[in-house]
């Protein structure tokens, strides 16, 4: 299909799609591939002539939409969860003109019900819109029921999808139904500047680039963990300062169980404050209107939080596109793992084929046995295989879960190292990166991974922590102190130990904590038995060229001991005098004594 070119006005906002679509509407069996956010698709569809269905991924553009002064004529009916049948039977009986029925891949099953009870074919009623198009393959895996209205929207008459950043549909429905896609092309340089920060450490370079931002604007940070966000919020200190926007079931938590309040399931400005959380809830379709441009953040965390990840050529994108009036800046920082796949598309596709391979070689030695052991053995073959994962519940291919595991894989390999991050943000039209700053420590994310690994045994987390000790070396910054402190919580007493006795003595007596702890306690007892203090209370009890009766001598010692808190290895006798000073046996008036020669100390 040939272009629409878009192009800005002279205070710089763009087009809206309404004035520049044949009749304001959107043609039918296209994907409209829009290529910046925010020039109106939905809205073009919401005020075209015509009955619509208008499916969004998430609530947060629903209601932003439903409540914008812009649409307060329009017939506009949301569905959401806590929306029902009988409340959009009502509506539609209300007002048949032009409804535009907004609604989640989850609600579409109400309106379909609603239809059937009003005997009106919805198929050839309304114009069916899938919004943000590319949210149906990359949340497939999580969230299966995003998919639902997937099967009927082949059967509209009249359909599209639409999106900034579309990704490759491979249902071969598309094709039979002769899709085409429709390209809006910027007439201006859309190029946004960005700031990439690998790191080894993801929060220390957060807060150093908090630092370097200051408080001139709003901070807007997306981290797809609601866990990640609140123990940077606590680790840094900005509970006063900050606000979370997250899922109901991420309120509840954040409030409930992490007594935080300033958390809430839909935006409005006047909730935000210095610095905002973001989840993936937030990251498309909402129109987030705001007098100032914020700082924008990413957050990408691979080692505990993999869904983190941010594809540049579709996340990024959308997340900055929110900010209808534009950003200040842009950052991105991440740390990387080598671990982490980096097959190429190719290569994902024939592990897909073979896997299918596989699954039906399966199928037909299960179809083929008649032994019922042989059967059973091949049945449990035949379901382990990963093919089972793209298959619908009818046992059909999920396209789209092949889509998403293509998509994913793809995304997991910028993460492997810092070469595929940067090489794949240069790669980005949507992003200018001239340049970036790599943040790097001694210890960072992969090491704190490696400690708090439930898979270690006791004696190789020892080792681990020790290891982690020995290149920390001495603590000179902030942070260095932090991550001490860090290890210390992790483990108070091998802490302890490094610091008083040394790597080498641990590695001696071959991380056996019975035998460290017995050490730790002689070299507790020879520092306070040939302390001062100790040394000084012995010399001030016992005098040179005096007697005393062996009855006094066990009972001063004993009370030196314990007045000092120095632990006892072995019985308290009279006999222990001769550890401090030369003696010899004598006897007042016919007692048994002890007369003090010199000190040996």
Not at 367 to 383: C, I, L, P, R, V
Not at 464 to 477: A, F, H, P, Y
Not at 578 to 583: N, R, V, W
Request: contains cysteine.
């Amino acid at each position: 299909m040939n272009p629409i070119y878009i192009n800005k006005d002279e205070n710089g906002r763009l087009q809206y799609l309404s004035t520049l679509l044949p009749d304001g509407k959107i043609p039918s069996n296209v994907i409209l591939r829009k290529t910046v956010p925010g020039c109106g698709a939905t809205y073009a569809e919401i005020k075209a002539n015509r009955p619509s269905i208008i499916v969004e991924p998430n609530v947060p553009p629903i209601i932003g939409k439903a409540n914008d002064p812009k649409h307060k004529d329009d017939n506009i009916i949301p569905v959401y969860e806590g929306i029902y049948t009988e409340d959009i039977l009502r509506k539609l009986n209300a007002n048949m003109h032009n409804p535009k029925i907004l609604t989640t891949p989850e609600g579409f099953p109400k309106i379909k019900d609603a239809f059937e009870q009003l005997d009106i074919c919805m198929y050839s009623f309304a114009f069916l819109l899938m919004d943000e198009c590319h949210q149906y393959i990359k949340d497939v895996d999580f969230r299966p029921d995003i998919i639902l209205p997937m099967e009927d929207f082949f059967r509209f008459d009249e359909k599209a999808l639409v999106s900034a950043t579309p990704l490759q549909f491979s249902d071969p429905r598309f094709e039979e139904q002769d899709f085409k896609v429709l390209d809006i092309i910027p007439n201006f340089d859309y190029q946004q500047r960005i700031e990439l920060y690998p790191t080894n450490n993801v929060l220390e370079t957060l807060k150093r680039v908090f630092d370097k931002l200051g408080n001139t604007s709003k901070i807007c940070v997306f981290a797809n963990s609601t866990d990640m966000t609140y123990s940077i919020i606590n680790q840094l200190n900005l509970k006063e300062l900050s606000a979370v926007f997250c899922s109901k079931k991420s309120v509840d938590k954040l409030k409930s169980e992490y007594k935080f309040k300033q958390t809430f399931e839909n935006w409005s400005y006047d909730q935000m404050q210095q610095y905002n959380f973001f989840t993936s809830r937030f990251q498309v379709a909402l129109d987030m209107i705001m007098e100032e441009k914020p700082h924008v953040i990413l957050l990408t965390e691979v080692y505990f939080a993999e869904y983190t990840m941010f594809d540049p050529y579709t996340d990024v994108i959308q997340a900055v596109g929110r900010f209808r009036n534009g950003v200040t800046s842009i950052s991105h920082i991440a740390n990387t793992n080598t671990h982490l796949p980096t097959r190429t598309l190719k290569e994902t596709k024939e592990y897909i084929h073979e896997c299918e391979a596989i699954y039906d070689t399966l199928y037909t030695f299960y179809d083929k046995a008649t032994a019922s052991a042989a059967k059973q053995a091949f049945y449990a073959a035949w379901k382990s295989v990963p093919f089972n994962n793209w298959l619908t519940k009818d046992g059909f291919r999920n396209y789209f879960a092949m889509d998403n595991y293509l998509h994913d894989e793809t995304v997991k390999s910028y993460y492997h190292d810092i070469d595929h991050f940067l090489v794949a943000y240069a790669n980005c039209p949507a992003f200018d990166q001239r340049e970036h700053r790599g943040y790097f420590f001694k210890l960072g994310d992969y090491e704190r991974l490696k400690r708090q690994s439930s898979s270690l045994s006791v004696k190789d987390k020892l080792k681990e922590i020790v290891r982690q000790l020995d290149l920390l070396g001495e603590c000179k910054t902030e942070s260095e102190l932090q991550y001490k402190d860090d290890l210390r919580k992790a483990d108070t007493f091998i802490v302890e130990v490094y610091d008083t006795l040394g790597k080498g003595v641990i590695e001696a007596l071959n991380y056996n904590k019975t035998r460290i702890r017995e050490a730790i306690i002689l070299k507790k007892y020879e520092q306070k038995t040939r302390g001062t203090e100790f040394m000084e209370l012995i010399k001030n009890s016992f005098q040179v060229g005096q007697k005393y009766p062996l009855k006094y001598v066990k009972t001063e010692i004993k009370r030196i001991y314990k007045l000092l808190d120095v632990p006892v290895l072995k019985t308290i006798t009279s006999d222990t005098i001769s550890e401090f000073f030369y003696t010899s046996s004598t006897t007042i008036q016919k007692s048994k004594a002890v007369y003090i020669i010199a000190p040996k100390i």
